[in-house]
């Protein structure tokens, strides 16, 4: 079973950024590809942004550039380095990994975006 560690996440002013950084563990064959995604107060959840192990890159349009994805296939990791960062992008941020045939969820953390 995979285990996802989510760190990073925090209160910023608009225009600051923040990094998140998940860490896989545990026991598993393998892992496809790493991602983010999120939740706002009363809104559903919705994709962030995703890797693969061969470095395909997917954004969800509201991103618009100031998100980058990163990613380490012999270490396990995703960071998500946010810029520009609006109120709107508060949420909670959560981490997954495709392995072992299914999606597997970090325990999110908290991202406030306010002045």
């Known amino acids: 079973q995979v285990q996802l560690v989510e760190s990073g996440g925090g209160l910023v002013q608009p225009g600051g950024s923040l990094r998140l950084s998940c860490v896989a563990s545990?026991?598993?064959?393998?892992?496809?590809?790493m991602g983010w995604y999120r939740q706002a107060p009363g809104k559903q959840r919705e994709l962030v942004a995703t890797?693969?192990?061969?470095?395909?890159?997917n954004y969800a349009p509201f991103v618009k550039g100031r998100f980058i994805i990163s990613g380490d296939n012999v270490k396990n990791t995703v960071d998500l380095q946010m810029n520009s960062l609006e109120p709107e992008d508060t949420a909670v941020y959560y981490c997954?990994?495709?392995?072992?045939?299914?999606?597997?969820w970090g325990q999110g953390t908290q991202v406030t975006v306010s002045s």
């Open positions: 997954t990994a495709a392995a072992d045939g299914g999606l597997r």
């Open positions: 890797i693969t192990n061969d470095r395909r890159i």
């Open positions: 545990g026991s598993f064959t393998r892992i496809l590809g």
